[in-house]
């Protein structure tokens, strides 16, 4: 077998065009941690340990890195000489429409959160969030809920899409501005060379494929237990459930079929599967959204959204760097737990999404200017996400204030709060369909999210190249992904899925920090190049 001097792919062999060190290290990786869980009887305990060692010696580290991510794009877009700076030449055109562009950012960097927390994550705050800690407000009172929102949104606004367009910006801007292969270790080989190079290079790779497929093993975990309760709900099947969760059959059954599904759309490449399951998921996304307002708390979602935006935008600095690491109070102790389970975990878990879909933005987004690249990776998914979560989540809290849903929702395992909201809003006939709605919604997510990291993963193998021949690699990374979902659950639940993306996401946190550092360098070194006059690949550089 030969290799490639220039991206260390083989050039026969299985692994013909792929970078044989690597894709066997990671599995070998993927298999001793499955062996290890499936057989060590302290297995859960030993992650919740390691868990708990790594927020407390980095969570500083995630608070601030991802606000750093956010502000720096945010910035980029701003500044009129960088904001129209385009992602390829002058006369490249995108290759997508721009509903399809969005659908497949969205698609690939939400999905399960918006149905699994659009209910869970605002009811929960309800009860217990910083402001209730400290005083500010009280729980379970309507004069909680901006503050409720304020915490909510946080999670799911600029800072979190902010970690994924920094990876992204980063990638297209080497590939598509300096010829480089679309991959996560361009960054990098544009400021090392030789050996640092190559270490360095294989060091990115491994540990984004590892992020990655740990990060997507995670939400496919969540998603696979609330498709469990929706499917109980729609059928009635009793060996689904057991003592109200979901058993191990339904679990594993779910993430079977949605692994194979996943497996198919990737093997039909980017333009036809993956991006028919996106215009689905957004065509869906959007029913499901129009049925909530109108059926919904409508007026009451309206003031909840200006509320808790305004509170979110004017706590954003301060939500955005403060950790709390007192521990000789109760106040302290609360206060850092909460930051713990609730930012802290996000965080961990957006970063380790973001070597695939950071990776993907960069995939559809040539030919997009900076600004307009930020706008559809920042501005518009997080405005999407606040419209969510305010209609059906401030739907879900109205039911509860005006007693409506008489503490069913609140009641609600955190799975299974979206079907209890359907079931005290709609009458007995409209349930049903909206069920299914939700159902097949859910698993239209999972399936895009799972074949975008899959894809993902075989181009980052292959060294930032698309292949013709990556069917029987596509098969075996959508198998090993499996493999680590069931072992998992199996022997920890979705606590071991916690614990080890927790601790996987740390690795990654650092190759960002790095990628950021080499776009700003880049940057300014294209810019001072030529004395400060664009490139002539630049929008207007005449």
Known sequence: MTTSPITNVATSGFYRGYNRGIAVSVKMIIVLLVLWAATAQNAAEVLLAIQASTIKHFGGWYIGATALFMTLCLVLALIPSTGRQRLGGTATEPEFSRFAWFSMMFGAGIGVGMLTYSTAEPLYHFGNNPDVIMGHAEALTAGNVPYAYKW?????????????????????????????????????????????????????????????????????????????????????????????????????????????????????????????????????????????????????????????????????????LTVWSDTTTAEGIALGDWQSSWTIFYWAWWIAFTPFVGLFLARVSKGRTIREYVVGAIILPSVMCFAWFCIIGGTALDLELSGVAGGAILGADLSAQLFATLDALLEQPWVFPMACLCVVLLLTYLITSADSAVLVVNTIVSGGVERDHASQHIILWSLLLGLVIVTLLVTGGLDALRSVMIIGALPFSAVMFFMMLSLLAAMRSDHYATDGVPLPDEPNAG
């Not at 300096?178 to 060379?193: H, Q």
């Not at 190079?197 to 990115?204: E, P, Y």
């Open 152 to 320: 909510t949104l946080l999670h799911y606004g600029l800072t979190p899409w902010g970690c994924y367009a920094v990876v992204g910006l980063s990638l297209a801007y080497f590939s598509y501005r300096r010829g480089m292969p679309l991959t996560i270790r361009s960054p990098f080989s544009a400021v090392l060379s030789g050996s640092a190079d190559r270490i360095t290079g294989a060091f990115v790779d491994t540990a984004a494929i590892l992020a990655t497929l740990i990060g997507i093993a995670v939400t496919i975990g969540y998603g696979v237990t609330q498709l469990a309760f929706g499917a109980h709900r729609i059928t009635g099947w009793g060996w689904l459930l057991h003592d109200q969760q979901p058993t191990t059959l339904a679990l594993a059954v779910a993430v079977g079929i949605i692994i194979l599904a996943s497996m198919l759309s990737a093997l039909s490449g980017l333009g036809r599967g993956i991006k028919w399951l996106s215009n689905l998921n957004m065509a869906l996304s959007w029913l499901l959204l129009l049925v909530f307002v109108v059926v919904g708390a409508t007026l009451f979602a309206g003031e909840v959204f200006v509320k808790g935006v305004y509170h979110y935008l004017a706590a954003l600095p301060s939500m955005s």
